[in-house]
């Protein structure tokens, strides 16, 4: 997986992003800001603008560009979660011009440990880890029993949908949506239902080709 392959999946990301924006948002207005889908899209429509002015050579360095300009570019907390996961991931890179599955699983599990540390928040929490670490675990098993990239990239997609939503009986433990209480029953976490857009994106990045 080269630099092109990254590029292809933040493409499909801002699809996936932008098709889903209302719906992002529902979620949001139930249970926090109302606006995770709009800061997201203008995020990656961010993201988006970033690349093509200054494109990165390896998949290292525009993951870690991605994530600065969601840092930068998005208000709330899917902002910095976002932007560290990415960052994290592309740290995670380093210089590496092409990207074994291998490689990709130590990434995302990279970007879930940025995630953990900036949020404090673990599996149950009704957060976006809910999504995002099922969907490193699914990968990382995917790699050991030496299934091939797509199978591995669809296991991540559909652990990452699981978890989101399996969200929805869960009360929030962390958030804005944590002030709720019992209220926050019952309905899907934004960040996870978007964890399970980016990881979905993966998936649809992989089949390009």
Not at 120 to 147: C, I, N
Not at 167 to 194: C, F, I, M, N
């Amino acid at each position: 997986m080269n630099t092109e392959f990254f590029a292809a999946w933040i493409e499909e990301v801002t699809a996936a992003v932008r098709a889903g924006r209302d719906h992002l948002t529902e979620l949001d207005a139930a249970i926090g800001d109302a606006d995770h889908g709009t800061n997201l899209d203008r995020g990656f429509t961010a993201v988006g603008e970033a690349l093509a002015a200054a494109p990165p050579r390896t998949p290292g360095a525009l993951l870690v560009l991605v994530g600065t300009t969601l840092i930068r570019k998005v208000g709330g907390a899917s902002g910095p979660l976002y932007g560290t996961a990415f960052r994290e991931m592309g740290k995670a890179f380093g210089e590496a011009p092409e990207i074994s599955p291998a490689e990709l699983s130590t990434g995302v599990d990279a970007a879930l440990a940025g995630v953990r540390r900036l949020g404090s928040a673990a599996e149950g929490d009704k957060t976006m880890v809910d999504a995002l670490a099922p969907a490193a675990a699914a990968l990382s098993r995917a790699v050991r029993d030496g299934l091939k990239p797509e199978e591995a990239l669809e296991a991540a997609a559909t652990a990452a949908a699981e978890g989101a939503r399996a969200t929805v009986p869960l009360q929030a433990r962390k958030g804005r949506a944590s002030y709720l209480g019992p209220r926050s029953v019952g309905h899907e976490d934004p960040g996870a239902a978007s964890t399970a857009l980016v990881f979905g994106a993966l998936r649809a990045a992989a089949s390009r080709g």
